[in-house]
């Protein structure tokens, strides 16, 4: 058995991503409902939050449910959106007991009114914490966050507000649903697939990427510390060449 990790001389990731995929197919090869896979995809959840902040990660954001997932049949939606509110009733005062601050990103409009008033009575509850900070991404693209980003730039350039010339990347990303968080250091997906999905277009430019065989409802304490072994084997040079 593997001695617990230690980050030693290295600094943890300030920041890690994950895309929670394989719920569907955990449940699947058990011949179970698709609804139990995401339950247990829940479970999974709340070990991710604990490991992180064990590991001393300051952010962690999780991709909840994407707009494509919008598309999926209607009582799959349905199982999820009651998964969504149970979790926001019933975990949030555990979360804010620990000292997690929580936010959401994402399109509320597609959302029940009633769950964003949850999202909204979390991230107030929670405002004032000084743990990690969890981003749960709901009803999220990154594409049309993007778009929206740039559309209002493009409005206060009409009107005159700003200059168009001085729109730069850092203007734009002042714009995003992430403004004030900082960008991945690390993105994990589970189920062994290999693609990122729509998920943080902008704020993954320079993020180490680990692709896991695991599927998401197995996800583990274990798993999360094999990713960040990745991430710190990894020579991060943000497109420079290593002098020396």
């Known amino acids: 058995m593997e001695p617990a990790y230690s980050y030693a001389d290295e600094a943890p990731p300030t920041h890690v991503a994950v895309i929670m995929d394989g719920n569907g197919r955990w449940a699947e090869s058990r011949g179970l409902n698709r609804a139990v896979g995401h339950q247990k995809g829940v479970e999974s959840a709340r070990r991710a ?49 620990q000292g997690v601050r929580i936010l959401f990103i994402g399109d509320r409009s597609r959302l029940a009114d009633d769950i964003v008033t949850l999202l909204q009575m979390a991230e107030q509850r929670t405002r004032r914490n000084t743990g990690l900070t969890l981003t749960i991404a709901l009803s999220y693209s990154g594409r049309q966050e993007i778009a929206q980003a740039a559309r209002r730039l493009a409005a206060r350039a009409a009107s005159g507000e700003i200059d168009p010339d001085g729109i730069d990347e850092a203007a734009l990303g002042r714009e995003l649903f992430t403004a004030n968080i900082p960008d991945p250091d690390l993105v994990i997906r589970t189920s062994g697939e290999k693609r990122i999905s729509n998920f943080l277009l902008w704020q993954c430019a320079y993020a180490e990427m680990v692709f896991l065989d695991t599927l998401w409802p197995d996800f583990s304490r274990e798993d999360f510390v094999v990713a960040v072994r990745e991430f710190h084997r990894r020579d991060r040079r943000f497109g420079m060449t290593r002098v020396g």
């Open 49 to 97: 939050v604990t490991s992180a902040a064990e590991l001393g990660i300051s952010y962690l954001t999780l991709f909840g449910f994407s707009n494509e997932n919008w598309s999926r049949p209607a009582q799959e939606i349905e199982d999820l959106m009651g998964l969504l509110r149970r979790y926001l009733r019933q975990e949030v005062e555990e979360l804010d007991r």
